[in-house]
T-cell receptor, first 116, second 114 residues
């Protein structure tokens, strides 16, 4: 079974609108971390936001927020007031303890296109 | 502060040739990782290291070897390249194995094997 599932291969959003990118995860650990990364067409991986499994409040970083629903095992990324520069691939990832160390497992990504 | 750097940025190999990808970080991080990214597959972990002199296998280790002789460097080797190893390779590092620490990524190396 996939540990991280991103069901939206591609999404479109109008500039200045909000958009939600879906992510569900699968783990039996109580302690884990959830991350979102952005990959623009230039190729680099840019860290956006982190949510710990024990964090009671949803994480926020500027225009990014993480809608964390632990019982449903979902960690959706919400981008408010979309900008043209938000067009990119977005990857959800989970960090959990595996084999004695902490490893990051990535989803397959969602390609977001912002329309002017 | 350069962060994580990768050498080279691009490389074309013929089947059967060998090469080494170099990753260097100047943040004194303990953990280092090598990933490959293929279209539609996200990033998959090849090998990782939890400290100088240590290495361990990730999800897709076959056909690759690694070494971590110095804390700041993590080398990825392909002894006999195959077309299936055509991919973009990313190196990453993190301060330790804590759940909350993000991984810092290098710019990537685009490798084509013909």
């Amino acid at each position: 079974a996939q540990k991280i599932t991103q069901t939206q291969p591609g999404m479109f959003v109008q500039e200045k609108e909000a958009v939600t990118l879906d992510c569900t995860y699968d783990t039996s650990d109580q302690s884990y971390g959830l991350f979102w990364y952005k990959q623009p067409s230039s190729g680099e991986m840019i860290f956006l936001i982190y949510q710990g499994s024990y964090d009671e409040q949803n994480a926020t970083e500027g225009r990014y927020s993480l809608n964390f629903q632990k019982a449903r095992k979902s960690a959706n990324l919400v981008i408010s007031a979309s900008q043209l520069g938000d067009s990119a691939m977005y990857f959800c990832a989970m960090r959990e303890k595996e084999g004695g160390s902490y490893q990051l497992t990535f989803g397959k990504g969602t390609k977001l296109s912002v329309i002017p | 502060n350069a962060g994580v750097t990768q050498t080279p940025k691009f490389r074309v190999l013929k089947t059967g040739q060998s090469m080494t990808l170099l990753c260097a970080q100047d943040m004194n991080h303990e953990y280092m990782y090598w990933y490959r990214q293929d279209p539609g597959m996200g990033l998959r972990l090849i090998h990782y290291s939890v400290g100088e002199g240590t290495t361990a296998k990730g999800e897709v280790p076959d056909g690759y070897n690694v070494s971590r002789l110095k804390k700041q460097n993590f080398l990825l080797g392909l002894e006999s390249a195959a077309p299936s190893q055509t991919s973009v390779y990313f190196c990453a590092s993190s301060p330790s194995g804590s759940i909350s620490y993000e991984q810092y990524f290098g710019p990537g190396t685009r490798l084509t094997v013909t």
